[in-house]
T-cell receptor, first 113, second 113 residues
């Protein structure tokens, strides 16, 4: 079974703090993704990585950066957390083959106060 | 500009009946369609997919129908049981789309006993 793990289930941070969210997958998938989920807005792609050290902006990259130093690990960084970044953050990984099914981690509920 | 639309934010169904969740899309380059289920405080889990060259795919109690001319797909759940109450996301991938998925905003299905 594919397993995607995220470093924290719940996180509370203060405005202005630098926040790191870690994601690890154990299936040697090439692609990894970070989404945020907000009520009524569905899943919105923040960043995407298709290889080590390679990244591509998603739909809402502002205020975020990412790092992929190893194939199995993809980190999301909030440079200076703001209250509007309070959300559920979801990491996913996928193979290069159709239908490009993505496997998701359990999510991190981040609250910025 | 939503390429994948789930026009019903919520759906309520009686236990034992059929649940039908609908999804419309605008991009004719989409070649795979996927359905995900999401429980609160968990990551989405993959349910079923369909290639654009097919019009039906079945897996247990889940059947997905694709109408390419109408750019419409639907997920049928038979029979509906309280355990299938969740948010359902429709997603699509496009040829040459970097294996990214475009998600709809989701439909919350509630199955009433």
């Amino acid at each position: 079974d594919v397993k995607v793990t995220q470093s924290s289930r719940y996180l509370v941070k203060r405005t202005g703090e630098k926040v790191f969210l870690e994601c690890v997958q154990d299936m040697d998938h090439e692609n990894m993704f970070w989404y945020r989920q907000d009520p009524g807005l569905g899943l919105r792609l923040i960043y995407f990585s298709y290889d080590v050290k390679m990244k591509e902006k998603g739909d809402i990259p502002e205020g975020y950066s990412v790092s992929r130093e190893k194939k199995e690990r993809f980190s999301l960084i909030l440079e200076s957390a703001s209250t509007n970044q309070t959300s559920m953050y979801l990491c996913a990984s996928s193979l290069l083959a159709p239908p490009y099914e993505q496997y998701f981690g359990p999510g991190t509920r981040l609250t910025v106060t | 500009d939503q390429q994948v639309k789930q026009n019903s934010p919520s759906l309520s169904v009686q236990e034992g009946r059929i649940s039908i969740l609908n999804c419309d899309y605008t991009n004719s380059m989409f070649d795979y369609f996927l359905w995900y289920k999401k429980y609160p405080a968990e990551g989405p889990t993959f349910l079923i997919s369909i290639s654009s060259i097919k019009d039906k795919n079945e897996d247990g109690r889940f059947t997905v129908f694709l109408n390419k001319s109408a750019k419409h797909l639907s997920l049928h759940i038979v029979p509906s049981q309280p355990g299938v109450s969740a948010v359902y996301f429709c997603a699509a991938s496009a040829k040459g789309g970097s294996e990214k998925l475009v998600f709809g905003k989701g439909t919350k299905l509630t199955v009433n006993p």
